[in-house]
């Protein structure tokens, strides 16, 4: 069995939750020796899959006043490899020891970096092996391509049908695809037990049972007391940016002046009046899935949270380095999983507001997205769909990744027995498969 390491970048929540994620996916006793290395305080984010003294807490890489050179110091101070490389700077020095360190003394055999070009570059330079976390997003620049490069394999914690036209086909080839990471099936939620949560967020609230057996008879409207109804519209935010999706909500409320707005995470204090709840919740799926518009940005988490479900989508993406929540945009709507803002308005104009008109412009032509499953990395990650059904016990693509890291007692066994197969990429010292 393969010790791994694991280092998740600290901005945001999302890197330290994939970690937990993938972690829970694991067999208790592989659980164990697994090592997350992150400079996230454990007040942004709590680990449930694994305990407090399997994560080593890094120094923060910020720039100090001390340092000899600035983290981009200009084309003739700064190596083409790197984003980001203050020099004399004691607090990246220290975290560099005990990245090493770590790796040393706890044997691990293989590190998992999500995400950071520096760490990997690192890892190469001491010849540490290392699988590269590739995120969306148009990432082309040197430093990016010397990662990729340099590791033993590329993972995208998303589905293959997502991925960017842009992206070099090299890249492709060298990717793992795991679809969407969860660590455990969500608990159903009835329709009733959704208004029952609304009622405990906002007294007063009048409600009807639903009235039909149509598509969306899960996601009946709320009324008033004079038989009018009231669309639910769920606004999801992470911690990671959500500036854009917070300056649509007056446009939204006015798109929609009678709609029940919900707001889910963070919020800016001045736009706290176009919402009609605004909250935080450990799971956001009854919203998910009895809402009757779902809007929000695209980071990772939050659009494996939906991806599966029917709810009429609409994705305002965040501004991010390298494009990344933009061309997950992108790919949603051009999948037929979503509708952008500008579509949005347009429909509402054209369809008077009406969510059942708007789910058949999403999905009347988007069969179901099956979960991906093993079968699918078992053909060198073949874009064709597999004629047979996917059996409900088959593992997940990120299941059977992990789990394959356990089956065997070295790296290089793993990676020429098990990784290299699946990829459409080899080594030109390797033999081919």
Same mark, same amino acid.
């Given at each position: 069995m393969m010790r791994i390491g694991y280092y998740a970048h600290h901005h945001g929540s999302?890197?330290?939750?994939?970690?937990?994620?993938?972690?829970?996916?694991?067999?208790?006793?592989?659980?164990?020796?697994?090592?997350?290395?992150?400079?996230?305080? #454990?007040?942004?984010?709590?680990?449930?899959?694994?305990?407090?003294? &399997?994560?080593?807490?890094?120094?923060?890489?910020?720039?100090?006043?001390?340092?000899?050179?600035?983290?981009?110091?200009?084309?003739?101070?700064?190596?083409?490899?790197? =984003?980001?490389?203050?020099?004399g700077n004691g607090d990246i020095q220290k975290r560099s020891h005990q990245i090493l360190d770590t790796i040393f003394q706890r044997k691990i055999d293989l590190m998992i970096i999500d995400v950071s070009v520096e760490v990997a570059m690192l890892c190469r330079a001491a010849s540490i092996p290392y699988l590269y976390v590739r995120l969306p997003g148009i990432r082309d620049d040197a430093p990016h391509t010397g990662a990729f490069a340099g590791a033993l394999g590329l993972l995208a914690p998303y589905p293959k049908a997502l991925e960017s036209t842009q992206t070099s086909e090299w890249v492709c080839n060298k990717t793992l695809y795991l679809d969407f990471i969860y660590s455990q099936k969500a608990e159903s939620?009835?329709?009733?037990?959704?208004?029952?949560?609304?009622?405990?967020?906002?007294?007063?609230i009048e409600i009807s049972a639903p009235k039909s057996t149509s598509l969306l008879s899960s996601r009946a &409207?709320?009324?008033?007391?004079?038989?009018?109804?009231?669309?639910?519209?769920?606004?999801?935010?992470?911690?990671?940016?959500?500036k854009a999706i917070d300056e649509k909500l007056p446009e939204l409320r006015s798109l929609l002046p009678n709609a029940l707005i919900i707001s889910l995470g963070p919020i800016d204090?001045?736009?706290?009046?176009?919402?009609?709840?605004?909250?935080?919740?450990?799971?956001?799926?009854?919203?998910?899935?009895?809402?009757?518009?779902?809007?929000?940005?695209?980071?990772?988490?939050?659009?494996?949270?939906?991806?599966?479900?029917?709810?009429?989508?609409?994705?305002?993406?965040?501004?991010?380095?390298?494009?990344?929540?933009?061309?997950?945009?992108?790919?949603?709507?051009?999948?037929?999983?979503?509708?952008?803002? &500008? &579509?949005?308005?347009?429909?509402?104009?054209?369809?008077?507001?009406?969510?059942?008109?708007?789910?058949?412009?999403?999905?009347?032509?988007?069969?179901? =997205?099956?979960?991906?499953?093993?079968?699918? #990395?078992?053909?060198?990650n073949s874009e064709e769909d597999s004629s047979e059904e996917t059996n409900a016990v088959t593992p997940t693509a990120a299941q059977a990744f992990i789990h394959s890291t356990t089956d065997y007692p070295t790296t290089k066994r793993w990676f020429e027995n098990w990784l290299l197969p699946r990829l459409n990429l080899a080594p030109e010292s390797t033999i081919e498969f």
């Open positions: 999302g890197h330290c939750r994939q970690a937990d994620k993938l972690a829970a996916l694991l067999p208790n006793d592989a659980r164990a020796q697994l090592t997350v290395f992150t400079s996230l305080d #454990i007040d942004s984010y709590r680990f449930t899959a694994i305990d407090e003294q &399997q994560i080593v807490r890094l120094n923060a890489e910020d720039e100090r006043p001390d340092d000899i050179l600035v983290g981009r110091a200009g084309e003739y101070w700064q190596p083409a490899s790197l =984003h980001y490389s203050p020099v939620c009835t329709y009733e037990s959704f208004i029952n949560i609304l009622a405990k967020l906002s007294a007063g &409207q709320l009324t008033y007391k004079s038989g009018a109804t009231r669309p639910i519209i769920t606004v999801i935010k992470g911690y990671g940016g959500h204090d001045d736009k706290r009046c176009y919402v009609d709840i605004s909250t935080e919740v450990d799971d956001v799926t009854p919203f998910i899935c009895h809402s009757n518009y779902l809007m929000m940005a695209c980071g990772l988490n939050a659009v494996a949270q939906a991806y599966h479900y029917d709810t009429p989508l609409i994705v305002v993406p965040d501004d991010r380095p390298h494009n990344e929540q933009a061309v997950m945009a992108e790919a949603l709507v051009a999948q037929n999983k979503a509708l952008n803002w &500008q &579509q949005f308005k347009t429909s509402m104009s054209i369809n008077d507001g009406q969510p059942e008109s708007i789910a058949q412009i999403i999905h009347c032509r988007n069969k179901p =997205h099956p979960p991906t499953s093993v079968d699918s #990395i078992e053909k060198n």
